[in-house]
């Protein structure tokens, strides 16, 4: 369970990222956020895993405070949480296997890490997780080698090894093609649903939004401007988000193609 | 046409550099006392030299094959000390993993100061503290080593792709273990070709370090020029000349292969 109370984010320019958000996000609850781009998204992803700090109010995940946490806390509640972006943040150099293994570095000590002394388990673990997300063949490949939607793929199982119970993706799809997309959000979704995690997405396209999520989120200005199901996200909703109803011309522009 | 149309419409400032250009040459040359008729004045003492230069002995080469490895041990060694050191330094040196801007200022600032030696100068002071011998060749290279590349690598370092370091911060790693897993990696091949690059330069370098008493061939080039036996002189330089080109050869191969 993640709540936020009374949380804000002033950043040192004095753009306000995030803005008094009081909010509850449940165990296994699939969330989408949307807004324009500058509106909050990222700040509020982020600041679930302290990869930016708030400025005030409290962020707590599963009962443990995020915002108070020391160092070696902090690190204990973030291995608990995977996070994916849209640049896949892999190392490009390194094999598909130590990327995917990198996802344990958070239960090993500094020398055992260093010297890439891991655990059977966790080799299994590695294994595992490849093969949910279909590339097991690919354990030895260098991470450039492959296209975009496997490496995307690559950092869900890196999420898969660190045993998260919370996923957050930071628009993981941004730039990847419409048939990978699909692919890579069935992914996300089915790890909601046959494991149970929380999967919290960044996301420009309300379709995708309203066709995976059982929740949606609508940040403007760093506000919470819409909170609910998709199918109370109509036109009037949306023109409070993005200032206009932008469904209807989306739709419209399919047609068309 | 005029000549303002033409891209040589500003000619006059030209002309004005060309002339500031020429009197700073006459006037730095009359400072010095450079005289250009002294160089084939003394055509008749460069003949001689000349004549016995060309004669290399070659009978004295098993006599230097010795100091050449030695010198070329000096500067593997001293590259790796070198390296060795610089890495750690380098991460130092950048805010990418630690983060803290007063660490980095300090370091930095150290580096600059070791980099402001220059090579001769530190195997001087290597000599007068450690005093003659190869252990002092081997230091001076280190430390050169350290301070030139520690440089190029923390370069390599602030344009790493930042995003595995992100990810590896969200898994919960600390900075070393970002440092191992998400910043290693991405330099490692500009690590090894800086150090190829290294053993380049040392090389050539170390030749000459004998001159101050740090070791290696030049100690004997030293002797021989200064007992003018030009023969032996030539097949030094020779055989320095052989050396460097083979290592510069095989080096230039393996960076290529690295890139």
């Known amino acids: 369970m993640i709540t936020f109370e009374h949380v804000s984010k002033i950043y040192s320019n004095g753009v306000r990222g995030l803005q008094d958000v009081n909010l509850t996000i449940g165990n296994g609850e699939f969330v989408s956020i949307i807004g324009l781009s ?40 973030r291995r608990r949480i995977g996070m994916i972006s849209q640049n896949f943040n892999l190392v490009k150099r390194s094999t598909v296997q130590k990327n995917v293994l990198s996802g344990r570095l958070g239960y090993y000590s500094t020398w055992k890490s260093i010297l890439g002394i891991f655990s059977k388990e966790d080799y299994e673990l590695a294994n595992d997780a490849l093969e949910r997300v279909g590339l097991l063949d690919k354990l030895h490949s260098r991470s450039d080698e492959l296209s975009g939607g496997q490496q995307q793929r690559v950092s869900i199982a890196r999420t898969l090894v660190q045993q998260a119970d919370i996923i957050l993706a930071d628009e993981p799809v941004a730039s990847l093609d419409p048939i990978t997309t699909q692919k890579i959000m069935q992914d996300l979704k089915q790890i909601n649903q046959t494991m149970g995690k929380t999967v919290i997405v960044n996301i420009h396209s309300v379709q995708l939004a309203k066709q995976f999520s059982s929740r949606i989120i609508g940040f403007k200005s760093g506000c919470v401007v819409f909170d609910g199901t998709p199918e109370k996200l109509g036109g009037k909703e949306l023109t409070e988000i993005y200032g206009r109803n932008i469904l209807e011309e989306k739709e419209g522009a399919q047609d068309e193609a | 046409m005029r000549l303002k149309d033409t891209v040589h419409f500003n000619w006059y400032k030209h002309l004005f550099i060309a002339v500031i250009i020429a009197i700073c040459l006459v006037a730095s040359a009359g400072v010095t006392g450079a005289d250009f008729t002294e160089v084939f004045g003394n055509a008749e003492q460069m003949s001689i030299f000349m004549a016995r230069f060309l004669q290399p002995d070659f009978a004295y080469i098993p006599n230097i094959i010795g100091p050449m490895i030695s010198t070329l041990q000096m500067s593997v060694v001293g590259t790796a000390i070198g390296v060795a050191f610089a890495v750690p330094v380098a991460f130092l040196a950048t805010t990418t993993v630690t983060g803290n801007q007063v660490l980095t200022t300090v370091v930095r600032f150290f580096l600059d100061i070791v980099r402001t030696i220059p090579n001769l100068l530190l195997a001087a002071l290597m000599v007068a503290i450690m005093g003659i011998g190869e252990l002092t060749g081997v230091l001076t290279i280190a430390v050169f080593t350290f301070g030139m590349v520690s440089q190029l690598i923390y370069e390599a370092i602030e344009t790493v792709d930042e995003g595995p370091i992100e990810a590896a911060e969200s898994v919960g790693a600390n900075k070393v273990q970002i440092a191992f897993w998400s910043v290693a990696p991405q330099i490692m091949s500009q690590v090894a070709g800086y150090t190829l690059y290294a053993l380049e330069v040392n090389v050539r370098a170390s030749t000459v370090l004998g001159y101050v008493g740090a070791g290696g061939i030049g100690v004997i080039l030293n002797s021989s020029l200064a007992l003018l036996q030009y023969s032996r002189v030539s097949v030094i330089i020779l055989m320095i000349l052989v050396v460097v080109a083979i290592v510069d050869g095989v080096s230039e191969a393996a960076r290529r292969r690295l890139s």
């Open chain 1, 38 to 77: 500058g509106a909050g998204k990222s700040t509020f992803l982020r600041s679930i895993n302290r990869l930016n700090d708030i400025t005030e109010g409290e962020v707590c995940v599963n009962g443990r405070s995020v915002t108070k946490a020391g160092k070696k806390e902090l690190r204990a509640i």
